[in-house]
């Protein structure tokens, strides 16, 4: 190992599912993207639910709004990890 400490970072991105998804046609695309909103939004609508059992539908989707809003927020972060090798 070098004296200088090499840095090698991490995202989120999956290499795989994304050279899947490209040989997708863009209408795939697009319908893989809303069947995964989809799958996200009833998640997060059934954790509140469960939350507040006697919550109305209009309450309960507004604080889906409110959680994603408050998500959206963030940055995408990065990870590093000192020491090993690139």
Same mark, same amino acid.
Not at 21 to 42: C, E, P, W
Not at 80 to 85: F, K, R
């Given at each position: 190992?070098?004296? @200088? &400490? ?6 989120? &991105? =999956?290499?795989?599912?994304? /050279?899947?998804?490209? /040989? *997708?046609?863009? $209408? @795939?695309?697009?319908? #893989?993207?809303? =069947?995964?909103?989809? !799958? *996200?939004?009833?998640?997060?609508? $059934?954790?509140?639910?469960? +939350? ?7 309450? *309960?989707?507004? /604080? !889906? ?6 998500? +959206? @927020?963030? /940055?995408?972060? &990065?990870? &590093? *990890?000192?020491?090993?090798? #690139?």
């Amino acid at each position: 190992m070098t004296s @200088q &400490t090499q840095h090698r970072r991490f995202t989120h &991105t =999956d290499i795989d599912l994304m /050279k899947a998804r490209m /040989k *997708l046609s863009s $209408g @795939q695309r697009i319908q #893989a993207m809303l =069947d995964a909103r989809t !799958v *996200l939004f009833g998640i997060m609508r $059934g954790r509140i639910r469960h +939350q507040y059992p006697g919550m109305a539908e209009r309450e *309960l989707n507004i /604080k !889906v709004i409110e959680e994603i809003d408050r998500a +959206q @927020q963030f /940055k995408t972060r &990065t990870f &590093t *990890l000192s020491g090993h090798p #690139a």
